[in-house]
């Protein structure tokens, strides 16, 4: 099951919703009808919360101290941010 879900982010373009979880320390990306999930990105660490950047079809998410950008797909993974991150995480 899921585990703690945070941030859920809702992709009307590719009928998927992408989410954290606290718990499962993982970025996952379901359909919109709720099946096919798939584990983007695991960690040891709990994550914290994702925002979609549906322009550029990126996928931006965080840890506790560590701020993250990939592709809608999962590849791609880039460190943007290490240090103590606060505030909710969205993009304008």
Known sequence: GISGPLGLELDLA???VY???DGGA???RLDIAGGN???LYADSVGMTGV???SQNAHLY???RDT???MNLDGSGVTVIR??????ALGID
């Open 26 to 28: 993982r970025i996952s």
């Open 19 to 21: 989410f954290a979880e």
């Open 14 to 16: 590719n009928s998927a």
């Open 82 to 87: 290490n240090g103590t991150l606060s505030g």
């Open 67 to 69: 701020l993250f950008r």
């Open 51 to 53: 925002a979609l950047d």
């Open 37 to 39: 999930r798939t584990t």
């Open 61 to 63: 998410f965080n840890s």
